[in-house]
């Protein structure tokens, strides 16, 4: 089965079918969006294109980003076995979007969630 499992700090879990996903935040202190494209391949993650909306407070686009549509885009290519997304009370949370579905993370008490390819 290819799909994305989300390990909350509870220990439930959220499967999502499919071998791609979106995430998307808002910076707390520019409040300007950030996205990341990434695919499941091989058990692994791996994040194909990041873009962003601006630039500043640490979240400066790297030299090779290309402004599209008001976007500065670029291909990381980094490839991860799990993906661990921190949880703050001071922002909005993070959006997951698979199958042109997006939904806020489930909120948690405490502690960070956890993405990996399901097995």
């Known amino acids: 089965m290819t799909g994305l499992c989300a390990v909350l700090a509870t ?3 959220l ?10 935040w808002t910076h707390s202190v520019e409040k300007v969006e950030w996205r990341e494209e990434w695919r499941i ?3 692994r993650l791996i994040l194909d294109q990041a873009s962003v909306a601006g630039s500043g407070a ?3 686009p790297p030299p090779e980003a290309v402004l599209q549509a008001g976007r500065w885009v ?5 490839v991860l076995a799990e993906l661990v997304l921190a949880r703050s009370d001071y922002t909005a949370d993070w959006r997951l979007c698979s199958g042109g579905t997006c939904r ?4 948690v008490e405490d502690g960070p ?6 097995r």
């Open 15 to 24: 499967v999502l079918p499919g071998d791609s996903f979106q995430l998307a």
């Open 58 to 60: 640490g979240m400066e």
């Open 11 to 13: 220990g439930l879990s």
């Open 113 to 118: 969630t956890t993405l990996v390819a399901c």
């Open 41 to 43: 391949a091989d058990g």
């Open 104 to 107: 806020a993370l489930p909120p």
């Open 74 to 78: 670029w291909r990381p290519g980094v």
